[in-house]
């Protein structure tokens, strides 16, 4: 009995949902724009993590290190910083190495050249640091004002790049947060449009809605077809907005890996195609169902 009941109400979505026509378009087409602009926010959020990437590999901090440091005090504060979880690489530029990458940058420059060769060699050995994430260097540059080091550190040039490295950190924070809060916002703009959509393809079954009422059908068996109905309108919307992202991620990735090398918007697509699909899925069936029960209780006070 509960099975024949479960067919007929399915069967009667169904129908609604073919019966209400262009309605039925309005309200997939409604659902369809809510799910490509989350779907989109969630997209937008991984270029602009690409981006954050990209400009954090190219802040490090450079320790300098005494003139007379020795190979084997070197060596130690290399293996420490290696060590360390928040350290992402650890490289080594001798003097002479930094002497001679100097020289070739200013070989035009004959006077620097004549005061190079007055001074001898002026520049510092230096360790080059970079962090798995830019809100580590100034644990790691604690870690490196220890009394152990002191020895054999003359200056660490973290105070220059702290204002770079705090200003991306709290714009990748920002763009966390904002990214958030206009999901929450994209939702709720999403559910009340549904509904509305929804509550003026109900208004066609009004008559039907409290005939059935009246003549005992329970709350359930009532709601049941608007239900599967309004599920429907979210499932359609989810196949519609995967279908069509494809064809605009072909378009869009060659030109956004132009600016943001290493960055490949179609292939982060693809190879997360199951889980978006089901967010897509989920998010219409929970736009589309939720918005047709809440529109229902309406019609179901008689």
Same mark, same amino acid.
């Given at each position: ?16 949902? %073919? %019966? ?136 660490? /040039? ?37 509904? /509305? ?8 079954? %009004? ?5 059935? %009422? ?89």
């Amino acid at each position: 009995m509960h099975s024949l009941t479960l067919f007929r109400i399915i069967k009667s979505g169904w129908h609604n949902f %073919r %019966r209400n026509g262009w309605l039925s378009l309005a309200t997939v087409s409604i659902i369809f724009l809510a799910i490509f602009t989350m779907t989109s926010l969630i997209l937008t959020n991984v270029i602009i993590g690409d981006v954050l990437a990209n400009l954090q590999n190219k802040v490090d901090v450079s320790v300098y290190l005494k003139q007379e440091t020795g190979q084997a005090d070197i060596a130690n504060i290399q293996a420490d910083l290696a060590s360390l979880k928040e350290v992402k690489s650890v490289g080594f530029v001798s003097s002479a190495e930094a002497l001679a990458t100097f020289k070739e940058k200013h070989k035009d420059n004959q006077a620097l050249m004549d005061s190079l060769k007055e001074l001898g060699n002026p520049l510092l050995p230096t360790i080059n640091i970079e962090a798995q994430n830019a809100s580590q260097y100034e644990g790691i540059i604690n870690f490196l004002e220890q009394g152990k080091y002191n020895k054999i550190i003359d200056k660490i /040039n973290y105070q220059q790049n702290k204002s770079l490295i705090d200003r991306l950190f709290s714009f990748s924070n920002s763009i966390k947060r904002g990214g958030l809060i206009l999901g929450i916002i994209l939702s709720i703009i999403a559910i009340l449009v549904t509904f /509305n959509t929804v509550r003026l393809a109900m208004y066609n079954f %009004r008559e039907e809605i409290g005939v059935k %009422r009246l003549v005992g059908a329970s709350d359930w068996y009532i709601r049941g077809p608007f239900l599967v109905e309004g599920m429907l309108y979210g499932a359609i919307a989810a196949v519609v907005t995967l279908i069509i992202f494809f064809p605009v991620l072909l378009f869009l990735s060659p030109k956004l890996a132009n600016f943001v090398p290493g960055s490949n918007i179609l292939e982060w697509f693809t190879s997360h195609l199951f889980s978006i699909f089901l967010f897509q899925l989920v998010m219409g069936i929970i736009l589309g169902g939720v918005s047709s029960l809440v529109a229902i209780r309406k019609y179901l006070r008689v």
